[in-house]
T-cell receptor
């Protein structure tokens, strides 16, 4: 069955370190998204991609970067982790189309920055 | 910027009571989706509303999209403990656009 996976599921790191969170989907979806979830803020969009070599900034992109070298993967990199980036991170994917499509979410990565 | 406001933030009900969560936007939405996130889980798609005044039902859940396409609601009749979780609305402002999520309503159900 098609799925979307994230790794690691839990990560503890130190301030200033570079961290990369992996997202892999086998739906063959063109669209992929990264969100962070914090209490009281719901889901906030970090970066998104509509296809290979395409990346776009979301509403909270500072301190994060992504690259899309193939359809299946959209890794999220924290260049220099900060305590404010402690959060739960969700990756999602959707088909492309004229109408906004259902987004399928991965299980999430809980990141703690000490 | 474009925002989708969702209320209430929390709702505690006795099993069997009804529950409603509301979403509002200051500008017209193209469409709205609803997601449910169980405790410790990830958001799961429930439904999408596209047309002005649209009403859709899924068993005990009723979803409405306002006539002006600026608000939406989710109503659960006779809640059960399996309804526990956070319900998110998510709207878009143009076709094929990004989803803007509301803050979510966390529902707890006391047996």
């Amino acid at each position: 069955d098609a799925e979307i996976t994230q790794s690691p599921r839990h990560k503890i790191t130190e301030t200033g370190r570079q961290v990369t969170l992996a997202c892999h989907q086998t739906w063959n979806h063109n669209n992929m998204f990264w969100y962070r979830q914090d209490l009281g803020h719901g889901l906030r969009l970090i970066h998104y991609s509509y296809g290979v070599q395409d990346t776009n900034k979301g509403e909270v992109s500072d301190g994060y970067s992504v690259s899309r070298s193939n359809t299946e993967d959209l890794p999220l990199t924290l260049e220099s982790a900060a305590s404010s980036q402690t959060s739960v991170y969700f990756c999602a994917s959707s088909e492309s189309g004229e109408v906004t499509d259902t987004q399928y979410f991965g299980p999430g990565t809980r990141l703690t920055v000490l | 910027g474009q925002q989708v406001m969702q209320i209430p933030q929390y709702q505690h009900v006795q099993e069997g009571e009804d529950f409603t969560t509301y979403c509002n936007s200051s500008t017209t939405l193209s469409n709205i989706q609803w997601y449910k996130q169980r405790p410790g889980g990830h958001p799961v798609f429930l439904i999408q509303l596209v047309k002005s005044g649209e009403v859709k039902k899924q068993k005990r859940l009723t979803f409405q999209f306002g006539e002006a396409k600026k608000n939406s609601s989710l109503h659960i009749t006779a809640t059960q403990t399996t309804d526990v979780g956070t319900y998110f609305c998510a709207g878009t402002y143009n076709q094929g656009g990004k989803l803007i999520f509301g803050q979510g309503t966390e529902l707890s159900v006391k047996p």
